[in-house]
T-cell receptor, first 114, second 115 residues
């Protein structure tokens, strides 16, 4: 079974500051890892995913995440926050199987201060 | 039109009532899912279907049922709604497993309030 842990429920940064959202996973098999974003009154949108290969993954809107097996982590970063980044962010995990399903973390709300 | 359409967008219902949430998709995907989102709990899987003849329970299926009427349609029913089923409900589709193919496509959600 897989699970993800997102510590904290809310992160606030200033516009232009570094964004760091933490995600740790637990998995008995090599995991696939995902970050999704949810803007107000919208569904979830995929930011990026790690399946195999390069451990540094680049996604949309300037976000990236690095898979660190030794730390069981998949933290999301963005060098410079924009006001438009304010949203809820979910880390998710699946196994690599053909019938795999997503298991989500609790989510974390990002606020961006002017 | 959206790839995954959920109706209604918002619904208030009374305890004990039966309610159906509907999901339709134009993605042509075989796999469909129902999740509920609660503050501080993230999204949890209620039911999923890998094709029209395949229905599976997720981690929190008690109190819910589903119907896969066609490849494009997957409905979620609350037979007798209770207040702790107040949540935001999402439908999603995929063509393959979670990390394969084009991944999951989510609808915009149905906000359900049970009073």
């Amino acid at each position: 079974a897989q699970s993800v842990t997102q510590l904290g429920s809310h992160v606030s940064v200033s516009e232009g500051a570094l964004v760091l959202l933490r995600c740790n996973y637990s998995s008995s098999v090599p995991p696939y890892l995902f970050w999704y974003v949810q803007y107000p009154n919208q569904g979830l949108q995929l930011l990026l995913k790690y399946t195999t290969g390069a451990t540094l993954v680049k996604g949309i809107n300037g976000f990236e995440a690095e898979f660190k097996k030794s730390e069981t982590s998949f933290h999301l970063t963005k060098p410079s926050a924009h006001m438009s980044d304010a949203a809820e962010y979910f880390c998710a995990v699946s196994d690599p199987g053909a019938n795999s399903k997503l298991t989500f973390g609790k989510g974390i709300t990002l606020s961006v201060r002017p | 039109d959206a790839d995954v359409t959920q109706t209604p967008r918002n619904r208030i219902t009374k305890t004990g009532k039966r309610i159906m949430l509907e999901c339709s998709q134009t993605k042509g995907h075989d796999r469909m899912y129902w999740y509920r989102q609660d503050p501080g709990l993230g999204l949890r899987l209620i039911y999923y279907s890998f094709d029209v003849k395949d229905i599976n329970k997720g981690e929190i299926s008690d109190g819910y049922s589903v119907s896969r009427q066609a490849q494009a349609k997957f409905s979620l029913s609350l037979e007798s709604a209770i207040p702790n089923q107040t949540a935001l409900y999402f439908c999603a589709t995929s063509d393959l497993g979670a990390g394969q193919g084009s991944g999951y496509t989510f609808g915009s959600g149905t906000r359900l309030t049970v009073v």
